[in-house]
């Protein structure tokens, strides 16, 4: 997946540069996070993510790709 929007991301904990890698899970898929609101007229709303890793200290970072979608339409 590439998505430039993250180059320079630097680690909130050390300030490295982060690395894209993917979240392998079992089934492998990348996750999904997902918003839901009660009521007939609201569908769920959701976006895929994207996985950042520093290579200095390990901390990870999980970044909605498509943020915009997880607005509902009337927020
Ligand atoms: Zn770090």
Do not use: W
Request: with cysteine; hydrophobic share 30%.
């Amino acid at each position: 997946m590439e998505n430039n929007d993250n180059e320079n991301m630097k680690c909130l904990r050390c300030g490295e540069e982060m690395v894209t890698a993917n979240l392998l899970m079992y089934p492998a898929s990348q996750p999904v996070v997902q918003r839901t609101r009660k009521g007939l007229l609201s569908a769920p709303v959701q976006s895929g993510t994207q996985c950042l890793v520093c290579i200095k200290c390990g901390y990870i970072e999980l970044r909605a790709t498509q943020p915009h979608k997880l607005k509902f339409r009337t927020e």
